[in-house]
T-cell receptor, first 114, second 110 residues
Framework: DAGITQSPRYKITETGRQVTLMCHQT?????MFWYRQDLGHGLRLIYY???????DKGEVPDGYVVSRSKTENFPLTLESATRSQTSVYFC?????????????FGEGSWLTVV | KQEVTQIPAALSVPEGENLVLNCSFT??????LQWFRQDPGKGLTSLLL?????REQTSGRLNASLDKSSGRSTLYIAASQPGDSATYLC?????????FGAGTTVTVRA
């Protein structure tokens, strides 16, 4: 039961560098999401994807890029990291169905931009 | 834009006491509502999912109610245990996207 895995779990990078956070799910869920969690803001949606090659912006997409060439992978790239992007990033997946769309989260990626 | 509020932000109770966690949302046009648990340094684990047509869901010591018309949900945890200490988040789904509350951090004292 591999579920949904994120890598790296912890990353320190410098301002201006490009960083990619990886997300892989083994359930073939249609929907995948990237959230960031910050004190005082809770979880905010960055980007989501309804299927391979279909992505859309969430609440806070600026400074981020996503792609979804395969159903199971949904990488998140920070093109030029800024200190304000220091956060915990969560990937999630779900499959709409009769039972509702319970969402499953990865363990998170802790990113520090110095 | 959907706004989700959780009150209180933190709660400390002695072991054995029942817990009542509140969640309110501004837009009643939701698909469902979910309650999650988050342990420090960990991801989120789904506890209960209530469809918009349902009034409540139960799982073991957990019971969640939903009043869509008033934009409220309540999570009840019976006979709390120290292992229930965590942050509890509610989230409402519209269009397959979740909007989260900031969470209630619960401490159960032994």
């Amino acid at each position: 039961d591999a579920g949904i895995t994120q890598s790296p779990r912890y990353k320190i990078t410098e301002t201006g560098r490009q960083v990619t956070l990886m997300c892989h799910q083994t359930w073939s869920h249609s929907y995948m999401f990237w959230y960031r969690q910050d004190l005082g803001h809770g979880l905010r949606l960055i980007y989501y994807s309804a299927a391979a090659d279909i992505t859309d912006k969430g609440e806070v997409p600026d400074g981020y890029v996503v792609s979804r060439s395969k159903t199971e992978n949904f990488p998140l790239t920070l093109e030029s990291a800024t200190r304000s992007q220091t956060s915990v990033y969560f990937c999630a997946s779900s499959e709409p169905g009769r039972g509702g769309n319970t969402i499953y989260f990865g363990e998170g990626s802790w990113l520090t931009v110095v | 834009k959907q706004e989700v509020t959780q009150i209180p932000a933190a709660l400390s109770v002695p072991e054995g006491e029942n817990l009542v966690l509140n969640c309110s949302f501004t837009d009643s046009a939701i698909y469902n509502l979910q309650w999650f648990r988050q342990d420090p340094g960990k991801g989120l684990t789904s506890l209960l999912l209530i469809q918009s047509s349902q009034r409540e869901q139960t799982s073991g010591r957990l019971n969640a109610s939903l009043d869509k018309s008033s934009g409220r949900s309540t999570l009840y945890i019976a006979a709390s245990q120290p292992g229930d200490s965590a942050t509890y988040l509610c989230a409402v789904t519209g269009d397959y996207k979740l909007s989260f509350g900031a969470g209630t951090t619960v401490t159960v004292r032994a």
